[in-house]
């Protein structure tokens, strides 16, 4: 019995060895696998920890940022009932294989999109790589999502 009971807490003592990501440090990673929106975050005081060029929509008013520490950010709008993430980061990001069923026009490109929502509908664009006027590359997402459908008629426009 005695030689049994190291071996039954053996699990626990590994599961607290394993190494933790912050969770902060996947966020950009889930917007652009799985669309997911985290809400609670708390918004950056400024942009100025983001070291990517900042895709912007103006005609939607002034964002909320979340910065991570690699300098990737999430710029999230409200307009109405709608609201939109642009993420932008500088890490390789491979498109997924699921299907894109839709597509949409952003700065004159056509993107993939997919639905994404669960509840309300979503829709996520794929991940695209931009230029900035001073020759800086990100690759960026869009989340549009609202209450009503025809998401893909509402994309606004965005810009430097």
Known sequence: MKRLLPLAV????LSHCAPTVPAEADEVAQRFTSGIRADNEPPA???SG???PILRASAWGAPRYTVMKDGS???RYKHGTDTLDIVGTSRPVKRESFDYPGTVTVMGRQLATYDSGNEDPELTTEPFSL???DGRTATYCLVLGGAQGGLAKRVPVVGW
Do not use: K
């Open 10 to 13: 053996l699990p626990l003592f």
């Open 131 to 133: 230029t900035a006027p």
């Open 73 to 75: 950010y999430i710029a």
């Open 50 to 52: 983001i070291r990517v």
């Open 45 to 47: 005081p400024d942009t």
